[in-house]
């Protein structure tokens, strides 16, 4: 079985500030990790994914995350923020596939001006 | 070309009723995967369909049905509505059922009273 679970259901930073999303997982096999945003009222856009390849791993609009094995996390940063970022943050992690995925409860990204 | 499309994109219901809800994955996509996501809480895993067969289900009651058609799309079927099925309804459609990257649709908000 797996389990995800999101450290902060509300993280509030400055524009320009890093942004510092944490999940960590539990997983019985070597997972697939995914980090997706969701803006209200809207399905949800993949930001970016671990498949056991490189540890740290680049997404989209200048997040990343990096894969510890050894404290079963996947963290999700970004250098500066944007306004734009505001959004729910949700971490998943899968045994198999993308479409069976496990996620987390979320974490509402606040960015002050 | 058109994302995942899902219909209606909102619906009342009274509780007791019967729900059908829709999803065309995008074209050549031959897996789609149904979540339940409740206000303030992260996508719950409903089922998994892939060349029409079943891949996967969560842990929901029989209420809940589901099948997919030969040009692939989805039809989620909830039965004797109860009040705490009020939710967003996810579809997410990928290339195969082993693929490691899903994409959403928007969403069916359903609303029992």
């Known amino acids: 079985a797996q389990s995800v679970t999101q450290l902060g259901s509300h993280v509030s930073v400055s524009e320009g500030a890093l942004v510092l999303l944490r999940c960590n997982y539990s997983?019985?096999?070597?997972?697939?990790l995914f980090w997706y945003v969701q803006y209200p009222n809207q399905g949800l856009q993949l930001l970016l994914k671990?498949?056991?390849?490189?540890?740290l791993v680049k997404g989209i609009n200048g997040f990343e995350a990096e894969f510890k094995k050894s404290e079963t996390s996947f963290h999700l940063t970004k250098p500066s923020a944007h306004m734009s970022d505001a959004a729910e943050y949700f971490c998943?992690?899968?045994?198999?596939?993308?479409?069976?995925?496990?996620f987390g409860d979320g974490t509402t990204l606040t960015v002050k001006p | 070309d058109a994302g995942v499309t899902q219909s209606p994109t909102h619906l009342i219901k009274t509780r007791g009723q019967q729900v059908t809800l829709r999803c065309s994955p995008i074209?050549?996509?031959?897996?789609v995967s149904w979540y339940q996501q409740v206000l303030g809480q992260g996508p719950q895993f409903i089922f998994q369909?892939?060349?029409?067969?079943?891949?996967g289900r969560g842990n929901f009651p029989d209420r809940f049905s589901a099948r997919q058609f030969p040009n692939y799309s989805s039809e989620l079927n909830v039965n004797a509505l109860l009040l705490g099925d009020s939710a967003l309804y996810l579809c997410?459609?990928?290339?195969?059922?082993?693929?490691?990257?899903?994409?959403f649709g928007q969403g069916t908000r359903l609303t029992v009273v």
């Open positions: 671990y498949t056991s390849a490189a540890t």
């Open positions: 997410a459609s990928s290339l195969s059922a082993g693929n490691t990257e899903a994409f």
């Open positions: 369909y892939y060349e029409k067969e079943e891949r």
């Open positions: 074209s050549g996509h031959k897996s």
């Open positions: 997983s019985s096999v070597p997972p697939y």
């Open positions: 998943a992690v899968s045994p198999t596939n993308a479409g069976k995925s496990t």
